[in-house]
């Protein structure tokens, strides 16, 4: 698959150039990295991506930061429909954009902006009008808020096997006990190692791991009665109330059209 991308030209073209393009389901990225940064929306579909340091899930209505020279896969899960921004790094770094990936919440502001940018041409100078409105673009992307979507991947290689494993049929059933002997560690060993290569507990990070998996099984259609037993939740309810602790909404509305007020 042909990896689009705005790193050629770098003089003639602007410091942000907005792309739409659909995806099938499956459809794979491999990994590959960009000049510039990558602020990629899904207008429709779940993308998933992995870098060395963690994986990320995007849910419809939702974008993901991917910042310039940061190797990275992208996973369509589902049909998709992407509107990617790519923003020069001078741009980004002053306004303080993160220095790793990010999932992000979209507004209707900048969903609309993003439709608008599209039919903007790349090449430089812009007319005055789409100056003001990539200008505007740009410093909105820079204000919406960030989402807890991420299980961060350690470089251990016995903990990074193990997660990846978790991460191919990710459970609450499975503990500590049962990641330390996939680690070839003591529980002990475990839990002071994972903390000290991820930042957090291997607890927390199962949390996570199993939202990222709830988010594309759910965004896939799946019910969350299904969901909530395949990832081990004693039920729909507990499921549902973990789910809004981290992410701000009940699942049954996470996937709805986002509110006018922004999300």
Request: hydrophobic share 45%.
């Amino acid at each position: 698959m042909q990896i689009e991308s705005y790193d050629l030209d770098e003089n003639e073209t602007l410091d942000l150039v907005v792309t739409r393009r659909d995806y099938a389901d499956g459809e794979l990225f491999p990994r590959h990295s960009h000049l510039r940064g990558q602020f990629a929306y899904a207008a429709c579909g779940v993308i998933t991506v992995e870098t060395d340091l963690g994986n990320w899930a995007v849910p419809p209505l939702r974008a993901i930061w991917v910042p310039a020279g940061v190797a990275h896969a992208m996973h369509m899960r589902g049909p998709v429909t992407m509107l990617n921004t790519y923003i020069r790094p001078q741009a980004s770094q002053l306004l303080g954009f993160p220095v790793d990936c990010q999932v992000f919440g979209v507004s209707r502001l900048v969903r609309e902006l993003l439709e608008n940018a599209v039919n903007v041409p790349a090449c430089f100078p812009a007319k005055e009008r789409d100056s003001y409105l990539l200008g505007l673009l740009l410093h909105e992307i820079a204000s919406m808020p960030p989402l807890s979507l991420n299980a961060p991947m350690p470089a251990e290689p016995r903990l990074a096997r193990a997660c990846n494993a978790f991460l191919s049929a990710p459970s609450l059933e499975l503990g500590i006990d049962g990641m330390a002997e996939l680690s070839s560690m003591s529980r002990r060993t475990f839990t002071r190692q994972f903390r000290l290569h991820t930042g957090i507990s291997f607890i927390e990070w199962r949390q996570q791991a199993c939202l990222l998996a709830a988010v594309v099984k759910l965004g896939n259609g799946e019910s969350i009665t299904r969901v909530a037993m395949e990832l081990g939740f004693s039920s729909p309810s507990a499921f549902s109330t973990v789910f809004k602790s981290v992410l701000g909404e009940n699942p049954s509305r996470y996937f709805l059209q986002p509110s006018i007020s922004g999300m």
